[in-house]
Protein backbone atom coordinates (compact mmCIF):
# COMPACT_ATOMS: atom_id res chain seq x y z
CA UNK A 1 0.00 0.00 0.00
CA UNK A 2 1.30 3.92 -0.54
CA UNK A 3 1.32 6.34 2.17
CA UNK A 4 -0.53 8.92 2.12
CA UNK A 5 2.13 11.49 1.79
CA UNK A 6 2.39 9.21 -1.46
CA UNK A 7 -0.72 9.39 -2.77
CA UNK A 8 -0.84 13.69 -1.92
CA UNK A 9 1.84 14.06 -4.52
CA UNK A 10 0.49 11.60 -7.02
CA UNK A 11 1.70 12.92 -10.01
CA UNK A 12 -0.36 11.43 -12.22
CA UNK A 13 -3.58 13.41 -10.71
CA UNK A 14 -2.10 16.95 -12.40
CA UNK A 15 -4.89 18.41 -14.89
CA UNK A 16 -2.53 17.97 -18.37
CA UNK A 17 -2.15 21.44 -20.31
CA UNK A 18 -3.26 20.55 -24.12
CA UNK A 19 -1.96 22.08 -27.10
CA UNK A 20 -5.07 22.01 -28.93
CA UNK A 21 -3.43 23.78 -32.31
CA UNK A 22 -2.04 20.37 -32.78
CA UNK A 23 -5.33 18.64 -33.42
CA UNK A 24 -7.45 21.45 -35.18
CA UNK A 25 -4.30 21.93 -37.62
CA UNK A 26 -2.10 19.11 -37.28
CA UNK A 27 0.46 18.81 -39.59
CA UNK A 28 0.05 14.46 -39.45
CA UNK A 29 -2.49 12.27 -38.53
CA UNK A 30 -0.10 11.04 -35.90
CA UNK A 31 0.52 14.46 -34.36
CA UNK A 32 -3.51 14.43 -34.57
CA UNK A 33 -4.09 10.91 -32.88
CA UNK A 34 -1.41 12.02 -30.36
CA UNK A 35 -3.35 15.03 -29.48
CA UNK A 36 -6.22 13.32 -28.89
CA UNK A 37 -5.21 10.43 -27.00
CA UNK A 38 -3.21 13.21 -25.01
CA UNK A 39 -7.23 14.79 -24.28
CA UNK A 40 -8.27 11.23 -23.84
CA UNK A 41 -5.75 10.37 -21.11
CA UNK A 42 -6.23 13.70 -19.07
CA UNK A 43 -9.95 12.71 -19.04
CA UNK A 44 -9.29 9.44 -17.73
CA UNK A 45 -6.67 10.02 -15.33
CA UNK A 46 -8.12 13.18 -13.87
CA UNK A 47 -11.32 14.29 -15.68
CA UNK A 48 -9.87 17.73 -16.01
CA UNK A 49 -7.95 19.09 -19.19
CA UNK A 50 -6.46 22.64 -19.76
CA UNK A 51 -6.80 23.72 -23.49
CA UNK A 52 -4.27 26.43 -24.87
CA UNK A 53 -4.36 27.67 -28.74
CA UNK A 54 -7.74 26.46 -28.67
CA UNK A 55 -8.86 29.11 -31.05
CA UNK A 56 -11.14 31.22 -29.67
CA UNK A 57 -9.21 34.96 -29.44
CA UNK A 58 -8.44 36.18 -25.82
CA UNK A 59 -10.16 39.62 -27.07
CA UNK A 60 -13.27 37.94 -27.80
CA UNK A 61 -13.66 35.83 -24.26
CA UNK A 62 -12.83 39.28 -22.48
CA UNK A 63 -15.34 40.72 -23.63
CA UNK A 64 -18.05 38.24 -23.02
CA UNK A 65 -16.60 38.40 -18.79
CA UNK A 66 -17.03 42.64 -19.88
CA UNK A 67 -20.65 42.18 -21.15
CA UNK A 68 -21.43 39.64 -18.38
CA UNK A 69 -19.65 42.32 -15.61
CA UNK A 70 -22.22 44.81 -16.49
CA UNK A 71 -25.23 42.59 -16.74
CA UNK A 72 -24.77 41.37 -13.09
CA UNK A 73 -24.17 45.52 -11.88
CA UNK A 74 -27.82 45.77 -13.26
CA UNK A 75 -29.80 46.78 -10.12
CA UNK A 76 -31.36 43.74 -8.53
CA UNK A 77 -34.83 44.69 -9.71
CA UNK A 78 -34.08 44.51 -12.89
CA UNK A 79 -32.52 41.05 -12.85
CA UNK A 80 -35.28 39.59 -10.51
CA UNK A 81 -37.59 40.35 -13.73
CA UNK A 82 -35.70 37.53 -15.48
CA UNK A 83 -35.87 35.14 -12.91
CA UNK A 84 -35.17 31.38 -13.59
CA UNK A 85 -38.25 29.90 -13.06
CA UNK A 86 -38.25 25.97 -14.06
CA UNK A 87 -35.62 23.05 -14.72
CA UNK A 88 -37.12 22.19 -18.49
CA UNK A 89 -36.29 25.63 -19.53
CA UNK A 90 -33.27 25.85 -17.47
CA UNK A 91 -32.88 29.96 -18.75
CA UNK A 92 -32.71 32.97 -16.16
CA UNK A 93 -31.38 34.60 -13.27
CA UNK A 94 -30.85 33.23 -10.49
CA UNK A 95 -29.99 35.22 -7.16
CA UNK A 96 -27.54 34.62 -4.45
CA UNK A 97 -29.07 32.10 -2.41
CA UNK A 98 -31.10 29.97 -5.15
CA UNK A 99 -29.23 27.37 -5.76
CA UNK A 100 -26.97 24.51 -3.73
CA UNK A 101 -24.79 22.52 -6.15
CA UNK A 102 -24.61 18.65 -4.03
CA UNK A 103 -23.85 15.61 -5.12
CA UNK A 104 -26.90 14.93 -2.76
CA UNK A 105 -30.44 13.77 -5.19
CA UNK A 106 -32.17 13.25 -1.72
CA UNK A 107 -34.78 16.54 -2.03
CA UNK A 108 -34.65 16.80 1.50
CA UNK A 109 -31.26 17.40 2.28
CA UNK A 110 -30.69 19.51 -0.95
CA UNK A 111 -33.12 21.82 0.99
CA UNK A 112 -31.77 21.70 4.47
CA UNK A 113 -27.52 22.43 2.69
CA UNK A 114 -29.32 25.21 0.56
CA UNK A 115 -31.08 26.98 3.64
CA UNK A 116 -27.86 26.77 5.76
CA UNK A 117 -24.95 27.31 3.50
CA UNK A 118 -26.19 28.14 -0.17
CA UNK A 119 -23.54 28.87 -2.77
CA UNK A 120 -22.33 32.55 -2.50
CA UNK A 121 -22.67 33.11 -5.93
CA UNK A 122 -25.44 34.73 -8.50
CA UNK A 123 -25.70 33.12 -12.14
CA UNK A 124 -27.27 34.06 -15.74
CA UNK A 125 -28.41 30.55 -17.50
CA UNK A 126 -28.79 30.52 -21.28
CA UNK A 127 -29.98 28.31 -24.21
CA UNK A 128 -30.26 27.82 -27.52
CA UNK A 129 -31.77 31.17 -28.48
CA UNK A 130 -33.75 29.60 -31.35
CA UNK A 131 -35.49 27.00 -29.29
CA UNK A 132 -39.18 26.86 -30.16
CA UNK A 133 -40.49 25.93 -26.53
CA UNK A 134 -38.13 27.74 -24.40
CA UNK A 135 -37.56 31.53 -24.56
CA UNK A 136 -34.42 33.10 -23.23
CA UNK A 137 -34.89 35.58 -20.34
CA UNK A 138 -32.93 38.90 -22.25
CA UNK A 139 -32.95 41.97 -20.58
CA UNK A 140 -33.92 45.27 -22.28
CA UNK A 141 -31.48 46.37 -25.09
CA UNK A 142 -30.87 49.52 -23.78
CA UNK A 143 -30.51 48.21 -19.95
CA UNK A 144 -27.77 46.14 -21.29
CA UNK A 145 -26.38 47.22 -24.88
CA UNK A 146 -24.75 44.28 -26.83
CA UNK A 147 -25.34 41.61 -24.02
CA UNK A 148 -27.74 39.27 -26.13
CA UNK A 149 -25.57 39.72 -29.38
CA UNK A 150 -22.28 38.82 -27.65
CA UNK A 151 -24.11 35.85 -25.87
CA UNK A 152 -25.82 34.25 -28.55
CA UNK A 153 -22.56 34.53 -30.68
CA UNK A 154 -20.51 33.36 -27.90
CA UNK A 155 -23.02 30.32 -27.49
CA UNK A 156 -21.99 29.61 -31.24
CA UNK A 157 -18.50 29.82 -30.42
CA UNK A 158 -18.23 27.68 -27.58
CA UNK A 159 -19.99 24.78 -29.60
CA UNK A 160 -18.21 24.58 -32.51
CA UNK A 161 -15.61 24.41 -30.33
CA UNK A 162 -17.03 21.71 -28.28
CA UNK A 163 -18.04 19.67 -31.30
CA UNK A 164 -14.37 19.83 -32.42
CA UNK A 165 -12.98 18.38 -28.88
CA UNK A 166 -15.58 16.23 -29.34
CA UNK A 167 -14.43 14.41 -32.60
CA UNK A 168 -10.86 14.16 -30.72
CA UNK A 169 -12.72 12.41 -28.04
CA UNK A 170 -13.93 9.90 -30.23
CA UNK A 171 -10.65 9.32 -32.02
CA UNK A 172 -8.52 8.81 -28.50
CA UNK A 173 -11.76 6.03 -28.05
CA UNK A 174 -11.12 4.41 -31.42
CA UNK A 175 -14.21 5.42 -32.82
CA UNK A 176 -14.60 7.22 -36.27
CA UNK A 177 -14.14 10.64 -35.62
CA UNK A 178 -17.15 12.05 -36.48
CA UNK A 179 -19.01 9.58 -34.26
CA UNK A 180 -20.71 12.00 -32.31
CA UNK A 181 -21.29 14.27 -34.57
CA UNK A 182 -25.09 13.44 -35.00
CA UNK A 183 -25.68 12.74 -31.70
CA UNK A 184 -24.55 16.56 -30.39
CA UNK A 185 -25.70 19.19 -33.16
CA UNK A 186 -28.95 20.03 -31.99
CA UNK A 187 -26.54 22.26 -29.34
CA UNK A 188 -29.10 21.13 -25.94
CA UNK A 189 -26.45 23.11 -23.86
CA UNK A 190 -26.59 25.60 -21.11
CA UNK A 191 -24.20 28.34 -20.86
CA UNK A 192 -23.95 30.03 -16.97
CA UNK A 193 -22.36 33.32 -16.46
CA UNK A 194 -21.40 33.29 -13.32
CA UNK A 195 -20.67 36.56 -10.65
CA UNK A 196 -18.68 35.66 -6.97
CA UNK A 197 -19.62 38.61 -5.03
CA UNK A 198 -16.82 40.03 -2.86
CA UNK A 199 -17.00 38.39 0.62
CA UNK A 200 -15.26 38.80 4.01
CA UNK A 201 -12.55 35.93 4.43
CA UNK A 202 -14.12 34.49 7.49
CA UNK A 203 -17.33 34.44 5.98
CA UNK A 204 -16.04 31.61 3.41
CA UNK A 205 -15.35 28.29 4.87
CA UNK A 206 -17.56 28.50 7.87
CA UNK A 207 -20.03 25.55 7.85
CA UNK A 208 -19.96 24.54 4.46
CA UNK A 209 -20.05 27.66 2.99
CA UNK A 210 -18.13 28.26 0.00
CA UNK A 211 -18.94 30.22 -3.49
CA UNK A 212 -19.63 26.59 -5.04
CA UNK A 213 -20.38 23.39 -2.92
CA UNK A 214 -18.76 20.18 -4.19
CA UNK A 215 -20.10 18.57 -7.33
CA UNK A 216 -19.76 17.11 -10.72
CA UNK A 217 -21.56 18.54 -13.68
CA UNK A 218 -24.12 16.56 -15.57
CA UNK A 219 -23.48 16.71 -19.26
CA UNK A 220 -21.00 15.45 -21.72
CA UNK A 221 -18.30 18.36 -21.65
CA UNK A 222 -18.09 21.90 -19.50
CA UNK A 223 -16.14 24.40 -20.87
CA UNK A 224 -15.05 27.02 -18.52
CA UNK A 225 -13.88 30.11 -18.47
CA UNK A 226 -11.87 31.99 -15.41
CA UNK A 227 -10.45 35.19 -14.68
CA UNK A 228 -7.36 35.42 -12.47
CA UNK A 229 -8.44 35.33 -9.11
CA UNK A 230 -8.47 31.23 -8.92
CA UNK A 231 -10.30 29.24 -5.91
CA UNK A 232 -11.68 26.18 -8.74
CA UNK A 233 -10.26 23.03 -7.22
CA UNK A 234 -10.76 19.54 -7.85
CA UNK A 235 -10.98 16.55 -5.79
CA UNK A 236 -8.32 13.76 -6.34
CA UNK A 237 -10.80 10.54 -6.10
CA UNK A 238 -8.60 8.18 -3.81
CA UNK A 239 -7.44 11.10 -1.17
CA UNK A 240 -10.15 12.66 -1.53
CA UNK A 241 -8.14 15.60 -0.97
CA UNK A 242 -8.54 19.30 -3.42
CA UNK A 243 -6.36 20.58 -5.61
CA UNK A 244 -6.11 23.62 -7.28
CA UNK A 245 -7.33 24.04 -10.79
CA UNK A 246 -5.23 27.20 -11.14
CA UNK A 247 -6.24 29.85 -13.19
CA UNK A 248 -3.83 29.76 -16.66
CA UNK A 249 -4.24 32.86 -18.96
CA UNK A 250 -5.40 32.07 -22.47
CA UNK A 251 -6.52 28.73 -21.46
CA UNK A 252 -9.90 27.31 -21.02
CA UNK A 253 -10.39 24.51 -18.54
CA UNK A 254 -12.63 21.32 -19.76
CA UNK A 255 -14.01 18.98 -17.87
CA UNK A 256 -16.31 15.65 -18.56
CA UNK A 257 -19.43 15.33 -16.84
CA UNK A 258 -21.61 12.79 -15.40
CA UNK A 259 -23.20 11.87 -18.79
CA UNK A 260 -20.09 11.13 -20.75
CA UNK A 261 -19.32 9.42 -17.59
CA UNK A 262 -21.90 7.22 -18.00
CA UNK A 263 -21.72 7.39 -21.84
CA UNK A 264 -18.20 5.62 -21.69
CA UNK A 265 -18.75 2.97 -18.68
CA UNK A 266 -16.71 5.33 -16.39
CA UNK A 267 -13.43 4.85 -19.09
CA UNK A 268 -13.94 9.23 -18.36
CA UNK A 269 -13.74 10.84 -15.17
CA UNK A 270 -16.65 13.18 -13.68
CA UNK A 271 -14.45 14.65 -11.56
CA UNK A 272 -15.88 16.76 -8.23
CA UNK A 273 -14.98 20.38 -8.26
CA UNK A 274 -15.68 22.97 -6.04
CA UNK A 275 -15.31 27.09 -5.39
CA UNK A 276 -13.17 28.23 -2.47
CA UNK A 277 -11.44 31.06 -1.26
CA UNK A 278 -8.29 31.26 -3.32
CA UNK A 279 -4.87 29.97 -2.07
CA UNK A 280 -4.22 32.18 0.92
CA UNK A 281 -0.89 33.70 -1.12
CA UNK A 282 -3.15 35.21 -3.57
CA UNK A 283 -4.66 37.21 -0.39
CA UNK A 284 -2.00 38.70 1.46
CA UNK A 285 -3.04 42.19 0.82
CA UNK A 286 -6.55 42.07 0.46
CA UNK A 287 -7.59 43.01 4.06
CA UNK A 288 -9.99 40.39 5.41
CA UNK A 289 -11.93 40.35 2.09
CA UNK A 290 -11.78 37.88 -0.69
CA UNK A 291 -12.31 39.88 -4.20
CA UNK A 292 -15.04 39.13 -6.35
CA UNK A 293 -14.74 36.05 -9.41
CA UNK A 294 -16.41 35.85 -12.75
CA UNK A 295 -16.72 32.44 -14.51
CA UNK A 296 -18.50 31.43 -17.39
CA UNK A 297 -19.23 27.76 -17.43
CA UNK A 298 -20.99 26.72 -21.17
CA UNK A 299 -22.50 23.13 -20.46
CA UNK A 300 -22.36 20.66 -23.19
CA UNK A 301 -25.16 18.17 -23.54
CA UNK A 302 -26.27 16.02 -26.30
CA UNK A 303 -29.34 16.08 -28.20
CA UNK A 304 -32.18 16.34 -25.79
CA UNK A 305 -33.75 13.29 -27.58
CA UNK A 306 -30.21 11.38 -27.80
CA UNK A 307 -30.48 7.53 -26.20
CA UNK A 308 -27.00 7.83 -23.96
CA UNK A 309 -26.33 3.84 -24.26
CA UNK A 310 -22.77 2.70 -23.86
CA UNK A 311 -20.27 3.77 -26.50
CA UNK A 312 -19.30 0.90 -28.47
CA UNK A 313 -15.39 1.14 -27.74
CA UNK A 314 -16.18 1.31 -24.45
CA UNK A 315 -17.61 -1.94 -23.37
CA UNK A 316 -16.73 -6.02 -24.37
CA UNK A 317 -17.55 -9.46 -23.01
CA UNK A 318 -15.72 -8.96 -19.54
CA UNK A 319 -16.30 -5.29 -19.38
CA UNK A 320 -20.02 -5.03 -19.55
CA UNK A 321 -22.09 -2.23 -19.54
CA UNK A 322 -22.96 -0.34 -16.14
CA UNK A 323 -25.69 1.49 -17.14
CA UNK A 324 -28.79 1.50 -19.30
CA UNK A 325 -30.13 3.60 -21.74
CA UNK A 326 -30.76 6.54 -20.57
CA UNK A 327 -32.20 10.05 -22.84
CA UNK A 328 -30.24 13.47 -22.31
CA UNK A 329 -33.43 14.89 -21.49
CA UNK A 330 -34.61 12.59 -18.64
CA UNK A 331 -31.11 13.01 -17.12
CA UNK A 332 -30.46 16.41 -17.32
CA UNK A 333 -34.16 17.52 -15.96
CA UNK A 334 -33.78 14.88 -13.02
CA UNK A 335 -30.73 16.30 -12.00
CA UNK A 336 -31.48 20.33 -12.29
CA UNK A 337 -34.78 19.68 -11.06
CA UNK A 338 -32.93 18.58 -7.61
CA UNK A 339 -30.45 21.76 -7.35
CA UNK A 340 -32.88 24.42 -7.48
CA UNK A 341 -35.69 26.14 -5.16
C1 LIG B 1 -20.43 25.36 -11.86
O1 LIG B 1 -21.13 26.38 -11.93
O2 LIG B 1 -20.87 24.21 -12.02
C2 LIG B 1 -18.98 25.50 -11.59
O3 LIG B 1 -18.37 24.52 -11.30
C3 LIG B 1 -18.35 26.83 -11.71
C4 LIG B 1 -16.87 26.76 -11.62
C5 LIG B 1 -16.21 28.10 -11.59
O4 LIG B 1 -16.86 29.14 -11.38
O5 LIG B 1 -14.99 28.13 -11.75
Known amino acids: TRSLATIAQDSS?????????????????????????????????????????????EAVVQNVFRKSDDFF???????????????????????????????????????????KAPDYKESMEIGRDWDTIYKNHWPQESDAPGFKSTITEFFQTCHALHAVVMRAIALGLDLDEKWFDTKIHEQFHNMRLLSYPSIKTDLLGQEGQARAGAHSDYGTLTLLFQDSVGGLEV???????????????????????????????????????????????????????????QSIAFFCNPNG?????????????????????????????????ATYD
Open 73 to 115: NLPSEVKDTLAWKDPRANRGYVRIGRERVTQSSDPEEIAKLRS
Open 235 to 293: QHPHTLQFQPATPIPGTIVVNAGDLLARWSNDTLKSTLHRVVAPPVEKLSDTEGVIPAR
Open 305 to 337: GAEIDCIPSCFDVTRGKKYPSVTTEEYIVGRLK
Open 13 to 57: FQIPLIDFSKFISASSQAEKRRTADEIVSGFKKVGFIYLENHGIP
